[in-house]
């Protein structure tokens, strides 16, 4: 992958070091950073506090003479948006902001960049006057104004049997509509193929998409380096995510049609030294229980068991459909009169028979927090997405003793690995207050076992 560059501050970078404004052993530094990481030299000062961001652009605008402008309250002229398609934008780190007669004032990070100045030239006819601009507010203000969030062609599978997304990759197009294009076949390929998990990572290729299924990943292609930024920027405004921010891990929700029929997608980006790996989980709707669990018996003995104080788990192998079977025995199994809340990193889809809630780590409202706090409101039902702490199950196991019916998932590839795992210590408690465990084996095989059959097989 080619080392992503800002010509302004690769030329001027000494000019710090002769203003007493770092040192050269700084500057060394953050290059050697910059070039493992592949982000441009400017990113690695404001990051690493070397600089901040606003002493780093007033000295560029002394240097440049070229004003700076702050984009925080700005108001853009909405009809210079027809100039710049939302990508360029993305790619070139520009925002255009208003036209005077032929001259066509843009906000741009990178003020040296003839190349993106020369093709702005091209496409538009007009005359270009930069202005200074900080990369963080104008991709910030790009995903404000050219506002992408949810807009997803619908997709259709039934056609092309033989349908590959490499076929959308023609050329190195940066256009809006060719990356639009490109997203969606991925998602038609996956979905076409039954694939439930793909992410995209950086490699010597470019931009890696993997299909994940059956436990194990596919390489299915790369995304040439020239796109990946563009890319990158506009999934993340697909989904909610903050485009100016790859140094944390963020989560967001994409919602896209599939022959008629609504889809979630859960995105996840999370940095690492190469860049961000972005993760997509592919969420069917949720069916009605009898679908799924086709012995009424079963279904009785389920129903029964959702107004009595316990712990249901419902457990199974990677992307088994835990947690589409959850929200099927919610929707349909919820007894009347009583109140039902879900604690979940991302709701897959909205239940009309449960509150449903949200965590949202970048303010500190975790799982741990909402599990302290959830008691208070009282509720008969509660669903954890899944235990991931001991404090968690110890919590969960407190809840039960209080007359709560919870519902948790658990990963477990077999009845054996279950059985494994169970051994350890610190599930005693917990697996004594369990009333019932379902156990997805496969699509076709679910099973339930209820406390005399926990007892006899499990415990």
Known sequence: MDLVTNKTIDKLKYDLVRNNIIT????????????????NLGQVLINTSMISEHDL???????????YVDLEDYEIDKKCLN??????????????????????????????????????????????????GSEKSILKKIGEYYDLQGKVQDIETKADPDFKWQDELHSDELDEEHLQNLFRAILKHAIKENV??????????????????????????????????PF???????????????????????????DSTTLTASISAFPTINGERILLKIYHPPKHIEELILDKETLIKLKTLMNTPGIILVSGGALSGKTHLVYSILNNLTPENTVAMTLESIAKYKLKTALQCELNES???????AMRF????????????????KEGLDFLTSLSLKNKTLITEFLADNMEDLRRKFDRSEFSMFKSLLSCLIFIHNEHSIELFDKTALEKYLL
């Open 24 to 39: 050269f052993d700084d500057i060394e530094k953050a290059q050697e950073m910059a070039n493992v990481q592949k982000i």
């Open 57 to 67: 652009l007033k000295f560029l605008e002394e240097k440049l003479h070229i004003p």
């Open 83 to 132: 100039y710049i398609s939302y990508n360029e934008a993305i790619a070139y780190k520009i925002l255009p902001l208003f036209e005077i007669e032929d001259i066509l004032t843009i906000a741009m990070s990178d003020p040296l960049d003839l190349f993106a100045i020369d093709k702005i030239i091209e496409r538009t006819g007009k005359t270009i006057e930069p202005v200074l």
């Open 196 to 229: 439930h998990e793909l992410f995209f990572e950086n490699n010597d290729e470019g931009l890696s998409v993997n299909f994940k299924k059956m436990g194990e990943s596919k390489f299915t292609g790369a995304i040439p380096t020239l796109l990946i930024n």
């Open 232 to 258: 990158i920027q506009m999934l993340k405004n697909l989904c909610a995510l903050d485009p100016t921010v790859s140094e944390v891990p963020q989560l967001g929700r994409l919602n896209f049609n599939v």
């Open 363 to 369: 303010i500190g409202f975790n799982m741990d927090k």
């Open 374 to 389: 959830i008691e208070f409101q009282s509720p008969d039902i509660i669903y954890f997405e899944g235990i991931a702490t």
